[in-house]
């Protein structure tokens, strides 16, 4: 397989052209060209499919596309460009398990293939929905004692004694390290201190800053994970290939970090399915991924669970389960915020969908598009773990019929969703337990999902 | 071919994304004495608009913006030296300067928003991604934007908003230009507290609030 430094000297060495011109004249027309010539259609009615055969032909149809796209770079106005050959071989070397974590917490996080009743590997907790720093601690403790979590995300600080974080400044390495710090003492305070951290560094948006921060004698150890980013779509900057080169030298787990938009340069489902899937192509070939990422969302709503974002996850979970041996973490973005009923019908679904595809791990649904600061909780969290374990019972078929009576519930209240009420307005911040009316509310609506059909342990 | 079935024409064109179809028939409109600016304003614009309504409802996405706005772009490489002899000038909207602010790189909304003013009529300069605040009020004050348009995906990057409204009002240059803040984590509330002229959703609010704006400057 092509090493790291063969990749970045195609950076340097592939053909030169403007951004423009890249998504313009390549990435859309061949997109448009792959899609038809491979006859990639959305199906409405059935937002997790269940045929094998459409899955494997979309993985084709990735594989062509990316060897015909490749990977724009934009410090070198260059495109790393791959045969189908050098793909395919990356495929059959895909890593297939990346292991984490550490003493009792240690773990191997592998691969599962569509209908595997095999419970996902449980990653917990979230980067990008930031938190302010005097209520981190209770939050992570909380997450980190979920006994079925097998790793965890921590939040991004907002600020860092008052002063808000600016990416790229001084205070963003500062609350770099203190996130860090806190992250440690609070999973230590569970009980669990090896529980592998999977998304470093949230607070850091800053390569230099991710870099600096993850010397050893801040708490951060190899087998914990990184989240080397792209940059959509289909692009890729110097920050991240510097992070890529730093943990590859360290022996660290590196995490390809994806996220396609539905609408945005991918345009309509189709195109967008084909994009998602040669992504894990991009994390084997560009990121030498231990690990991925990856988050489908939809241009105009932010979220993860419109009909067509599900489809899109389910069809290309089922291409990568099947044909492409990265594991996977899969993430969702919901409209609804932490203590509404809309939250936890979307992350229903959205765990359904992503399970039976085959996600080799998921980790628990972002409520609020995760733009509310302190808008996430661990009742989410407890929801996803138990949401997924359940979800692993069903099959496709099953799956989607679940998913279709779900979507009836919020699919018309997308547009308007609540952002709910942030950490400090549902839970006890001394105690760091949930409020009654929370615990209220998550219980009405399991015994409705129970109601519909869904068991919960 | 009648006037009345070459505008329709030009307007299919930028609807298909077909440049050579705009340049074809835009030569045609020429050689039928159709005046340039009737041309493109009952023509290629109308396309646009059809394109942007298409948007709107989400029937189109952004590839189909792009590709009309490239084609619209095709057909003007015809029209636009007969405007010049004719001594003919497009009524601009006005100039909306629209990037991300330092420290994010991510540019798809920002994309879309220039996309969608283009299409409204408005002059757009993007300075792209990750820009310094000193940078983007330089560059307002060369293109003489009527409105500074600042983009952030992340709650990190979004104190650099802030810090060019702050930065403006240190050169004594706040009162020149409306800035308006978008992107996922802003809301209303934010633009609020930064003392912004306007906070829009999404691009078709985005366009809204600058039309809007700019209409109290008239």
Redesign the interface.
């Known amino acids: 397989m092509l090493n790291f430094l063969d990749v970045y000297e195609r950076a340097l060495k592939g053909p030169i052209m403007s951004e423009n011109d890249f998504?313009?004249k390549i990435f859309?027309p061949t997109?448009?060209k792959v899609v038809r010539e491979y006859g990639i259609k959305y199906d409405k009615e059935n937002p997790v499919p269940s045929d094998d055969k459409i899955a494997d032909n979309l993985f084709k149809a990735s594989v062509d596309f990316m060897s015909q796209v490749g990977v724009y770079c934009?410090d070198t106005n260059r495109v790393i460009q791959f045969t189908q050959k050098e793909i395919l071989e990356a495929v059959g070397e895909a890593p297939g398990k990346c292991f984490v974590g550490e003493g009792k917490e240690a773990g191997v996080f592998g691969m599962r293939k569509p209908d595997d009743h095999q419970v996902p590997w449980l990653h917990v907790g979230s980067g990008?929905v930031?938190t302010s720093e005097e209520m981190a601690a209770n939050k992570i403790e909380s997450y980190a004692s979920i006994s079925e979590a097998n790793s965890m995300s921590v939040a991004?600080l907002?600020n860092i004694r008052g002063i808000?974080?600016?990416?790229?400044s001084p205070a963003?390495l500062y609350a770099a390290i203190r996130s860090i710090k806190i992250a440690r003492e609070a999973i230590q305070r569970a009980g669990r201190p090896g529980l592998p951290i999977m998304n470093l560094i949230a607070?850091a948006?800053?390569a230099v800053t991710t870099i600096a921060a993850s010397a050893p004698q801040f708490g951060l150890r190899p087998t914990d994970g990184w989240l080397c980013g792209t940059?959509?779509?289909m692009k890729i900057?110097f920050?991240t290939l510097n992070k890529v080169a730093y943990l590859l030298n360290w022996g660290a787990n590196i995490g390809a970090e994806t996220a396609p938009?539905?609408?945005?340069?991918?345009?309509?489902p189709a195109?967008t399915a084909v994009v998602s899937t040669a992504y894990m192509l991009v994390g084997l070939l560009v990121h030498k991924g231990n690990y991925q990422l990856h988050f489908p969302v939809h241009?105009?709503h932010?979220c993860s669970t419109t009909r067509d974002v599900l489809w899109v996850v389910s069809i290309s979970c089922q291409a990568a389960s099947r044909n492409i041996s990265m594991p996977l973490i899969w993430l969702g973005y919901m409209a609804g915020g932490p203590n509404t009923k809309m939250y936890f019908y979307e992350s229903a679904a959205w765990l359904l969908c992503a399970t039976v595809s085959g996600a080799p791990s998921v980790q628990t649904p972002h409520p609020a598009?995760?733009?509310l600061?302190d808008g996430f909780t661990p009742m989410e969290c407890k929801f996803g773990v138990e949401m997924a374990k359940s979800a692993a019972r069903f099959d496709r078929q099953k799956a989607n019929g679940m998913v279709i009576r779900l979507l009836e519930k919020y699919e018309s209240k997308i547009e308007t969703a609540h952002q709910g009420s942030r950490y400090q307005d549902c839970y006890d911040i001394v105690t760091g337990k949930p409020g009654e009316a929370y615990v209220r509310l998550y219980n009405e609506v399991k015994e409705e999902l129970v109601g519909m059909g869904i068991a919960f342990e | 071919m009648e006037k009345k079935k070459i505008l329709e024409n030009l307007a299919a064109a930028i609807v298909e994304g077909d440049r050579n179809k705009a340049k074809e028939v835009a030569k045609e409109a020429l050689s039928n004495r159709i005046d340039p600016l009737e041309a493109i304003e009952q023509g290629l614009s109308k396309g646009m608009t059809t394109v942007g309504e298409r948007f709107e409802k989400g029937e189109a996405y952004l590839p189909e913006l792009l590709m009309a706005a490239d084609t619209f772009n095709a057909g003007m490489e015809i029209l636009k030296p007969e405007m010049e002899v004719q001594k003919k000038q497009v009524a601009k909207a006005g100039t909306v300067l629209i990037g991300t602010v330092k420290g994010d790189v991510h540019s798809i909304g920002k994309n879309i928003v220039a996309t969608v003013l283009e299409i409204h009529g408005f002059e757009v300069r993007d300075l792209g991604v990750d820009n310094p605040s000193l940078n983007i009020i330089q560059e307002a004050e060369k293109v003489k934007a009527d409105v500074i348009a600042l983009s952030s995906l992340m709650t990190t990057t979004m104190p650099a908003q802030k810090e060019v409204i702050e930065t403006l009002k240190e050169m004594h240059l706040r009162d020149k230009y409306f800035v308006i803040v978008g992107g996922g984590p802003v809301n209303q509330e934010w633009a609020d507290k930064i003392g912004a002229d306007g906070y829009g959703k999404s691009a078709v609010q985005a366009v809204e609030i600058v039309k809007k704006l700019l209409a109290k400057k008239r």
Do not use: H, R, W
């Open positions: 998504d313009i859309i997109l448009n934009q990008i930031a991004a907002d808000p974080i600016m990416a790229g963003e607070t948006a800053s940059v959509a779509e900057e920050g938009i539905l609408g945005g340069y991918c345009g309509g195109g241009f105009k932010g598009k995760a733009v600061i």
